[in-house]
Nanobody, 115 residues
C-alpha cells in the first residue's frame, strides 16, 4: 500500500503561482510513475503532469511552459510548481502513484484561480 497526502492548494489571483506537494509513504517500488491530475467542476479528471522514476516528464499541452513537476527522493515527495495561473486551472488536483501492481490516489487539494 502507498499513502499520498497532497498540500499547497488555495486561492490565487490570475498570473499568480502555487506549489503543490505530494508526500508518499508506504511500500514504494523502484520503477513507478507519479503524476498530478486535476478535475474541474463538471469535467472529467485529466492528467496535468507526470514524472517517472527515471525522471522523464510529461505535460498536458494546456500547462506546458507554466507547470513544472519534480521530485525529491529523500523526502519521497513530488512537487508541482504552477506559474502564470489562469482561471481555467481551477480544479481539484490529485496526486497519483502508479506501479505495475496498482495505482494509488491522494485525497486531492483545491486550487482556485480568481480575482
Amino acid at each position: 500500500q502507498v499513502q499520498l497526502v497532497e498540500s499547497g492548494g488555495g486561492l490565487v489571483q490570475p498570473g499568480g503561482s502555487l506549489r503543490l506537494s505530494c508526500a508518499a509513504s508506504g511500500t514504494m517500488r523502484t520503477i513507478y510513475v507519479m503524476g498530478w491530475y486535476r478535475q474541474a467542476p463538471g469535467k472529467e479528471r485529466e492528467l496535468a503532469a507526470m514524472i517517472t522514476s527515471s525522471d522523464t516528464t510529461t505535460y498536458a499541452d494546456s500547462v506546458k511552459g507554466r507547470f513544472t513537476i519534480s521530485r525529491d527522493n529523500a523526502k519521497r515527495t513530488v512537487y508541482l510548481q504552477m506559474n502564470n495561473l489562469k482561471s481555467e486551472d481551477t480544479a481539484v488536483y490529485y496526486c497519483n502513484y502508479r506501479r505495475s501492481s496498482g495505482s494509488f490516489w491522494g485525497q486531492g487539494t483545491h486550487v482556485t484561480v480568481s480575482s
